[in-house]
């Protein structure tokens, strides 16, 4: 969410909270409403939009519309999962989970639930890191979301606790709604040999979810690498529309800008290989590949 690519910007949830954290039938977590989610401007953190979410997981001040403000907002859900109290806290009349120091939250801390020391410790820690975040300018660069969670992984691991429990069905597990790709047409090349061979509980992602990797990149909850889709990977259309009496001339014209575009002199556009096919006639086809 926070990572850009070619495709989009860096985008902000604005609204994260308990209540947008829902669980699956296997305890997974997911994230979901991004109605208020804004994308960053092309080469910045920081977006126009003004300043909205819910009042107790938005930091007190004035602050910019930045990924800080998502930061703040998980550190205030840690420290509810650690309290098991909403985000005012005791009461709306004490001082709200994210307003206190680290000491005075960790007072709250369910002890019968979260019986290992160094477990509650080092997320108390990680939840004192979001929060201060959006004050401390010493932090800035020093937290992001990838940051976070290597910090959250470590500790599973650690403890030898299972990150993501895959769903006991043929369903996608992005959606959880539509069949798996491999289960709906055994002609597409198995999604997990080409992205996660190794990986032990490989994602199972369907037709849908595969295409908009492009522009929401999925990755595997187990490995971590990102989805290779295989759905017109390496594939691209240009539409060129012309006329002339003959058609010799058009023809002519879009052979010259097959050769520019696949030209290894001037590789404005990375295209190795242009098939060209004329509507008038489905089975004219030239393939031009640069020298």
């Known amino acids: 969410m926070h990572t850009s690519n070619s495709f989009r910007g860096t985008i902000l949830h604005l609204d994260i909270k308990s209540k947008n954290i829902v669980l699956d039938k296997k305890f997974n977590a997911r994230l979901i409403d991004f109605g208020l989610s804004r994308e960053s401007m092309t080469g910045s953190d920081f977006t126009t939009a003004p300043l909205a979410g819910t009042e107790?997981?938005?930091?007190?001040?004035?602050?910019?519309?930045?990924?800080?403000?998502?930061?703040?907002?998980?550190g205030v859900v840690i420290r509810e999962i650690l309290t098991g109290l909403g985000p005012e806290g005791k009461c709306r009349s004490q001082t709200?989970?994210?307003?206190?120091?680290?000491?005075?939250?960790?007072v709250l801390i369910q002890r019968?639930?979260?019986t290992i020391d160094d477990v509650w410790e080092s997320v108390s820690r990680i939840a004192s890191r979001c929060i201060s975040?959006?004050?401390?300018?010493?932090t800035n660069g020093q937290i992001s979301?990838?940051?976070?969670?290597?910090?959250?992984?470590s500790i599973l691991s650690k403890e030898s606790i299972q990150k993501w429990t895959v769903l006991d069905d043929n369903n996608c597990e992005i959606c959880m709604v539509n069949g798996q790709l491999e289960k709906e047409n055994i002609s597409f090349r198995r999604v997990s040999e080409i992205n996660h061979a190794d990986c032990a509980t490989?994602?199972?992602i369907c037709c849908a979810c595969m295409k908009n990797s492009y522009v929401n990149p999925v990755k595997c909850q187990e490995c971590d690498n990102e989805i290779k889709s295989i759905i017109g990977d390496g594939w691209g259309a240009i539409l060129i529309a012309g006329f002339d009496e003959d058609n010799n001339s058009f023809r002519n014209d879009v052979k010259m800008f097959a050769h520019a575009i696949s030209?290894?002199?001037?590789?404005?556009?990375?295209?190795?290989?242009?098939i060209t096919i004329d509507s008038g006639n489905a089975n004219n086809r030239t393939c031009v590949s640069p020298d």
């Open 202 to 204: 490989k994602i199972k």
């Open 145 to 153: 979301s990838a940051k976070i969670c290597t910090s959250l992984k």
């Open 112 to 114: 019968r639930i979260w």
């Open 56 to 74: 107790l997981y938005r930091p007190p001040g004035v602050h910019k519309t930045s990924p800080l403000l998502d930061y703040y907002a998980f």
């Open 133 to 138: 975040s959006v004050d401390d300018d010493e």
């Open 263 to 274: 030209s290894k002199v001037l590789p404005s556009m990375c295209v190795s290989t242009v």
């Open 96 to 106: 709200p989970l994210g307003r206190l120091d680290r000491v005075n939250f960790e």
